[in-house]
């Protein structure tokens, strides 16, 4: 038995079965490859799923952290620290809609949950969110999460959610009403498999919110810190919500979570109505402005909005794919048959990681530093992989592929 599989054997007796066996068992992490127990290299284009901005092992993020962890580790939310207010302020800077406030926490979901708590400070508790939205697993942020699998075994959640279809302002202009506290959306709806939210859309939400008296609410926690070329997805739109939860990328693998009420907003939760003893510790803050200062000098912005459109382009190359969705290093593709698993395995394989969100969608969420090399073996062998999961070419398909 390889020392993979003695592992394998040692998580399932000891581990809960809530993510199904492990593909590979990791040992190191460079950049953006990572190498698994038995040597063998894969370029890693999920990145964590959206969360190793600067891929592994960067230099700047390793000092930050071990610089930090040996000045002043953690401290509790009786006391603060330079990192963590230099955060707020920069993520306040960064999304540039004026005054605002920001409560750090440890993962996505907790930066969610706590939003939908404060949506219930105005006062009122209806809640519209989004079909094949997704926010996370805590009991909360569940209740806005669509996917059926993911909720039923769990109900009853927090009430009062209403559904709408992604993207069409008609439902959701009926669907808000003067007692509706908030909306919530992905600006560029992540787990759905990378859905781009329709021209004037966030704007219409914007519109139709003010006019109910309720919050806007974009959960950013996958698109945001730069993953689509611009600090946020919903930057180019020009519009300016109350409310925006981060995660994943902004700690760069470090675990953090903000949630940034801006205007009004940011003085409804009030002392007493929420707490976290780790959220906002100086070791995670330090991280994410490491994460911060790495993307500004090393202009990864422009960085990730290149190499996402040479990835894009050379994977709408094959005729075997239909469409290519998202923007910057969050792509969403469809491929002619449902059998995105077996292109995830066939990738796999041939040492590139990528993800499967539907059967028929691959996701793509690199580190933002993945070079354009990089990016150019995957379209190199894109084609193999295709033909090894057993996609036919078409009518024209001849058999006479070598
Ligand atoms: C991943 C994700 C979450 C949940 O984050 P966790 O850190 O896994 O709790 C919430 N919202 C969106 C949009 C996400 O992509």
Do not use: C
Request: charged residues 20%; aromatic residues 6%; without cysteine.
């Amino acid at each position: 038995m390889s020392g993979q599989q003695q592992l394998q054997q040692r998580y399932a007796a000891s581990l809960m079965n809530t993510f199904g066996p492990p593909k590979l068992v990791l040992t190191g992490g460079q950049g953006s490859v990572v190498t698994d127990a038995d040597g063998k290299e894969y370029l890693d284009l999920l990145g964590g799923i959206a969360v190793n901005a600067l891929g592994h092992a960067h230099p700047a993020l390793v000092k930050a952290v071990s610089d930090q962890l040996a000045t002043l580790g953690h401290i509790s939310n009786f006391f603060t620290s330079l990192p963590q207010v230099e955060l707020a302020e920069r993520l306040l800077g960064l999304l540039g809609h004026g005054e605002g406030k920001v409560f750090f926490s440890n993962s996505g979901t907790e930066a969610n949950e706590a939003a939908l708590k404060l949506t219930r400070r105005t006062g009122r508790t209806h809640v519209v969110a989004m079909e094949k939205g997704f926010h996370g697993r805590t009991m909360g942020a569940l209740a806005i999460t669509h996917k059926e699998a993911y909720r039923t075994p769990f109900e009853p959640l927090p009430g009062e959610i209403t559904f709408v279809p992604y993207g069409d302002t008609d439902a959701l202009a009926a669907a808000v009403t003067e007692q509706t506290a908030a909306v919530v959306l992905e600006p560029l709806q992540g787990e759905a498999g990378v859905n781009p939210a329709p021209e004037g859309y966030l704007a219409d939400a914007r519109r139709i919110t003010s006019e109910a008296g309720a919050l806007l609410w974009f959960d950013e926690i996958q698109t945001g810190m730069g993953r689509t070329g611009e600090w946020f997805a919903h930057t180019a739109s020009g519009v300016v919500p109350d409310l925006v939860t981060l995660a994943k990328g902004l700690g760069g693998g470090i675990p953090i979570g903000a949630t940034i009420a801006l205007g009004a907003a940011g003085d409804l939760l009030e002392p007493g109505n929420h707490g976290t003893t780790f959220g906002g510790n100086p070791v995670a803050t330090a991280a994410a402005l490491a994460v911060l200062d790495v993307i500004e000098a090393d202009d990864l912005l422009a960085h990730v909005r290149s190499v996402g459109a040479l990835l894009r382009d050379g994977l709408a190359a094959d005729p075997r794919v239909t469409e290519v969705r998202g923007s910057g290093l969050l792509i969403g593709l469809d491929l002619v048959e449902a059998k995105s698993a077996e292109v995830t395995a066939a990738a796999l394989a041939a040492g590139f990681i990528i993800n499967n969100p539907t059967p028929e969608r691959i996701r793509l969420a690199p580190p933002l530093v993945l070079t354009r090399e990089q990016a150019q073996s995957f379209l190199d062998a894109w084609p193999r992989l295709l033909d090894e999961a057993g996609l036919d070419h078409g009518p024209d398909d001849t058999g006479s592929q070598p």
